[in-house]
C-alpha cells in the first residue's frame, strides 16, 4: 500500500512538472511572436527604436533565435544609415543602405525602403560632385579678382532648387559666404574706380587751367611780344626778350612797375587789368614819345 502511494504520488508531480514546463513554455512562445509581430508593425510604421527593443526582448524569450537576431541586425543597420544621411556622411550612408538591402531573409519593408534609399544617396552624391565643380570655379574667379563672373557662376548654384535642400547646406553656406566676399570686392573695386577717375578728373582740370592760363597770358601780350614769344626759344615769366624788359637800357624794376600801375589807375585806366608788361610797354611808349606816362595813359589807353 505505501509502495503504491509513492507510485502515484510520483506521477502527479511529474504531471504537475510536465504541466508547468509545458504552459511557460507556451507563454514564452507567445510572448516571443508578440514580440516579433510587435516589432514588425514597429518598423512599418517607421518607429525604429522601438522595433529594436521587441526584436531584443524576443531574444530574451527564445535565445539565439535566427530571425530575430537577423531582423534587429538589420533596423540597426538601417537606423546607422539614416543617421549617416542626416550627418551628411554620404559614402558611410550608402553602404549601410546596400547592406541592408542585401540582407537575406530580412524584413521585405527593410530591403524596399534601403534600396529607395540608395537611389536617392548616389543622386545626392552626383549633384554634389557637381555643385562642387561650380563653386571650386567660382573660388577661383574670385581669387582672380573676377568678382562678376564669380557671381554669375554661383547663380547657377543659387537658380538651382535642389542646392536648397539640407542635403548640401555646406557647399550652401560656403557659396553665400563667396558671394558676400565677391560684392564687398565688386563695392572696393568701384570705390577705387571712382578715386582714380576723380584723381583724372582733377589733373585734366588742373592742365585745362593751366592751359587757360597760359592762353590768358598770351591773349595779353602785345602783337609784338606774342611774336617774340612764338620765336623764344627759352623760358621766362612773360615770354618775352630782356630788351623789352628795359627802359633806356636799365632793367623796369617791380618798383617802377607798382608805381607805374598807380599813375595808370589815377588816369583813369584800370591798370589792375594789364600784365607786368603791358605797363613796361606804356612806359617805354611814353618815354619814346616823350610824355608823362598819365598823358600816355589818358590819350593811348583810354
Known amino acids: 500500500m505505501k509502495k503504491w502511494v509513492w507510485v502515484v504520488a510520483t506521477i502527479v508531480v511529474a504531471l504537475l512538472i510536465g504541466g508547468y514546463a509545458y504552459s511557460n513554455h507556451h507563454a514564452t512562445a507567445k510572448e516571443y511572436q508578440a514580440a516579433m509581430a510587435n516589432g514588425r508593425t514597429a518598423i512599418q510604421s517607421k518607429h525604429y527604436t522601438q522595433a529594436e527593443s521587441y526584436f531584443q526582448n524576443?531574444?530574451?524569450?527564445?535565445?539565439?533565435?535566427?530571425?530575430?537576431?537577423?531582423?534587429?541586425?538589420?533596423?540597426?543597420?538601417?537606423?546607422?544609415?539614416?543617421?549617416?544621411?542626416?550627418?551628411?556622411?554620404?559614402?558611410?550612408?550608402?553602404?549601410?543602405?546596400?547592406?541592408v538591402?542585401?540582407?537575406?531573409?530580412?524584413?521585405?519593408?527593410l530591403t524596399k525602403r534601403a534600396q529607395d534609399r540608395l537611389k536617392q544617396v548616389k543622386t545626392i552624391r552626383g549633384n554634389v560632385k557637381q555643385f562642387k565643380k561650380l563653386l571650386t570655379k567660382a573660388q577661383g574667379q574670385n581669387e582672380a579678382l573676377n568678382y562678376g563672373q564669380s557671381?554669375?557662376?554661383?547663380?547657377?548654384?543659387?537658380?538651382?532648387?535642389?542646392?536648397?535642400?539640407?542635403?548640401?547646406?555646406?557647399?550652401?553656406?560656403?557659396?553665400?559666404?563667396?558671394?558676400?566676399?565677391?560684392?564687398?570686392?565688386?563695392?572696393?573695386?568701384?570705390?577705387?574706380?571712382?578715386?582714380?577717375?576723380?584723381?583724372?578728373?582733377?589733373?585734366?582740370?588742373?592742365?585745362?587751367?593751366?592751359?587757360?592760363?597760359?592762353?590768358?597770358?598770351?591773349?595779353?601780350?602785345?602783337?609784338?611780344?606774342?611774336?617774340?614769344?612764338?620765336?623764344?626759344?627759352?623760358?621766362?615769366?612773360?615770354?618775352?626778350?630782356?630788351?623789352?624788359?628795359?627802359?633806356?637800357?636799365?632793367?623796369?624794376?617791380?618798383?617802377?612797375?607798382?608805381?607805374?600801375?598807380?599813375?595808370?589807375?589815377?588816369?583813369?585806366?584800370?591798370?589792375?587789368?594789364m600784365s607786368d608788361q603791358d605797363v613796361r610797354v606804356a612806359l617805354q611808349q611814353a618815354n619814346k614819345k616823350d610824355m608823362s606816362l598819365s598823358a600816355y595813359a589818358k590819350q593811348y589807353l583810354q
Open 151 to 273: 557671381n554669375t557662376t554661383l547663380d547657377e548654384l543659387f537658380n538651382n532648387s535642389k542646392f536648397r535642400q539640407r542635403y548640401y547646406k555646406n557647399l550652401y553656406s560656403q557659396a553665400l559666404a563667396l558671394r558676400k566676399a565677391n560684392n564687398a570686392g565688386q563695392t572696393a573695386s568701384l570705390a577705387s574706380s571712382a578715386s582714380s577717375t576723380a584723381a583724372a578728373s582733377s589733373s585734366e582740370s588742373s592742365a585745362t587751367s593751366s592751359s587757360t592760363a597760359t592762353s590768358s597770358s598770351s591773349a595779353s601780350l602785345t602783337s609784338s611780344e606774342q611774336a617774340a614769344a612764338k620765336n623764344y626759344s627759352g623760358s621766362n615769366e612773360y615770354t618775352v626778350t630782356k630788351k623789352q624788359k628795359e627802359l633806356n637800357g636799365k632793367t623796369i624794376t617791380a618798383d617802377q612797375i607798382a608805381s607805374a600801375r598807380k599813375t595808370i589807375n589815377a588816369a583813369g585806366v584800370q591798370a589792375d587789368a
Open 101 to 109: 538591402k542585401d540582407t537575406k531573409n530580412g524584413l521585405q519593408v
Open 58 to 99: 524576443a531574444l530574451k524569450r527564445r535565445l539565439n533565435d535566427k530571425t530575430a537576431q537577423r531582423y534587429l541586425t538589420q533596423t540597426q543597420r538601417f537606423v546607422s544609415a539614416e543617421n549617416a544621411l542626416d550627418d551628411l556622411h554620404f559614402a558611410s550612408a550608402q553602404k549601410h543602405y546596400q547592406t
